[in-house]
């Protein structure tokens, strides 16, 4: 047990030492204690500058009012209080913790001993990560409103834009067919370029709607078993006259016969592939697309030859928006989306001029059969 005379070296230490501000005050809120970090804070040289006063004499008057009511609710509840308070020091506003102790002797309350910290850097930094996170809110709130308008813009323009150009490609194929009339070799191969202008034209409008269709979750895939192989001849066939303009040799494999799928998903997908692959071909290049299986997947496998993708592009290509010298950067973000849809991966492999899109689609759940090869 502590004699008296540790007991006095124990306070005195506490009161010397202590970081937390320490002050005790008699019922008439008169100050009968304080510590040195008590001094510090008010930037007094002695305890006789505050021993004997009343609150109101040596805090500001608007402080002093709220720390009194405080004091009133300890004595009258005879319980502990813990609150904060702004006291102006020096033109200086610093926000105060306080802990409000009542002191008992004899069941009687004789004072209150007060606890305190300053916390104005703490809250300070509350408000600033508070400001900060506001900002970041606004911010992101003002990218969702943008983009709302923005897929509003796309899904209405697109929606506007496929009837007259569903019109138009059914006029030129009536032209090409020859209902209006024989055309001459001139009025047909100008002819061919409107039809190839006009199917890229409905192609890109497919692909904006079907996005903003499986951004918004409305869009359901209807499996059924696809024939690959005749699958791919429709896409080589469509993309043929591009190949050919650019003089791009596509070698193609295909050593999967069937496969349970969304065939015209599936088939808008690998379109924007070669036609990509096609775009940022070197001229007189090869493409190679190769068809296979493993044992959990079947593999599309598409190579081309062209300038290498810079890291900025490569890093986010299937990103909504992004693109390179020409397009409105949607048709690999869709093919990402079909792909994933089918439980599947899609990717990009590059080693200088070579890049290589593969994507794959899992075997489980799926019929496949393998050709023979």
Sequence with gaps: MLVESQKSILTDTIMENCQDIISVVDLDYNYRICNRAFLKLFNLPHETE????????VLPEETAIIIEKYFDDVIKNRDTRDYTFILQIRGENKVISQLSIPFV??????????????????ENLK?????????????????????????????????????????????????????LGQLSEEQNNILDILL?????????????????????GVIELKKQTVNLDNLMQNCLREIGAFAKSRNIEICYKCKVDEILADQSQL???????INNAIKYS??????????????????????????????????HIFDKYITGKTGIGLGLYFSKKVIEAH???????????????????PVKNNVIKSIKW
Excluded: W
């Design 282 to 315: 070197y001229k007189n290049s090869k493409l190679k697309i190769d068809i296979f299986t493993n044992s959990s997947n079947a593999i599309f496998s598409f190579e081309n030859m062209g300038e290498p993708i810079p890291n900025e592009i490569k890093d």
């Design 105 to 122: 002797e004899d069941s009687e309350i004789t004072g209150i001993l007060s606890i305190s910290k300053d916390i104005t850097t703490e």
């Design 343 to 361: 439980g599947g991966k899609i990717y990009l492999i590059t080693n200088g001029n070579l890049s290589k899109f593969i994507f794959e689609i």
């Design 50 to 57: 505050v021993l004997g006063k009343n609150v109101k004499q």
């Design 127 to 179: 408000q600033k990560l508070l400001d900060m996170v506001c900002k970041l809110n606004d911010t992101l709130e003002l990218k969702k409103k943008l983009e709302d308008q923005k897929e509003l813009f796309m899904a209405t323009l697109t929606h506007d834009l496929k009837n007259p150009v569903q019109a138009q490609l059914m006029s030129l194929k009536m032209l090409k067919r020859g209902t």
């Design 196 to 216: 190839e202008s006009s199917e890229y034209m409905q192609q890109m409008l497919f692909t904006i709607l079907y996005t903003y269709k499986y951004d918004n």
């Design 267 to 273: 088939r808008r997908v690998i379109s924007n592939i």
